[in-house]
């Protein structure tokens, strides 16, 4: 029976069908501003930035309202407002077709300006974002293997860096870049606890960024 079933398998891998997870994929998760981009930048072959697959502001109440915040905004940080559905599919047909389908997101809009493809390049697929505690068990599902990382930085480091980075980008008015970094800042340890539950692990930013070095050198 195994063996039929694994001759299935190659079928389907065949035609299309089924993930190549003989490519190496790679999460990397953590809180905004702790450098996930970065990393995935530099090491990804490609880097898939799983943050653009936001939900546009239109969506907003079609059909249902995005979570508020208790500060009466948009909870921006908060899974509702990210098309979880759209990310998968975009590992998925990348593992599968070597090219995905990217949006490009406007964090000062809230919209999108048109798409962009990313390619695979012989992996390693490094996929960042701030959602990533919700796409680990599904892509295990899928029968992908996954590693997956949480960027460990400071909580107040990563606050100060993301204000910064934020303002200089005029990514949103100001008073809501306050309230919102005083709320992550209060969250980030609960948050990193999560992502441990959910089966990261939880790695300072110099020790995995060697690990994903050494890795990306096995691939180059």
């Not at 190549?20 to 790679?26: A, D, F």
């Amino acid at each position: 029976m195994r063996g039929s079933e694994f001759g299935f398998r190659e079928i389907l891998r065949d035609n299309n069908l089924v993930p190549n997870s003989s490519t190496p994929v790679i999460l990397l998760g953590g809180p905004s501003g702790s450098g996930k981009s970065y990393l995935a930048n530099r090491f990804g072959n490609p880097h898939l930035p799983l943050d653009e697959f936001y939900r546009q502001i239109s969506e907003d109440g079609h059909p249902e309202s995005f979570p508020r915040t208790g500060y009466g905004e948009i909870d921006w940080d908060h899974p509702r407002t990210w098309n979880q559905h759209a990310a998968l599919n975009a590992v998925d047909e990348l593992l599968r077709q070597g090219c995905t389908q990217v949006p490009n997101y406007s964090i000062a809009t809230s919209s999108y300006s048109g798409h962009r493809e990313v390619h695979g390049t012989g992996g390693p697929i490094i996929a960042e974002g701030i959602f990533l505690s919700e796409v680990l068990e599904p892509l295990r599902a899928k029968g992908i293997n996954v590693q997956a990382y949480y960027v460990d930085e400071p909580a107040l480091l990563t606050t100060i860096r993301r204000f910064i980075r934020d303002v200089s980008e005029r990514r949103k008015p100001v008073l809501f870049l306050v309230k919102r970094g005083y709320a992550l800042f209060r969250a980030h340890g609960a948050d990193r606890e999560t992502y441990r539950a959910k089966g990261f692990t939880i790695m300072p930013k110099a020790q995995l960024k060697k690990l994903l070095a050494e890795l990306a050198a096995t691939h180059a």
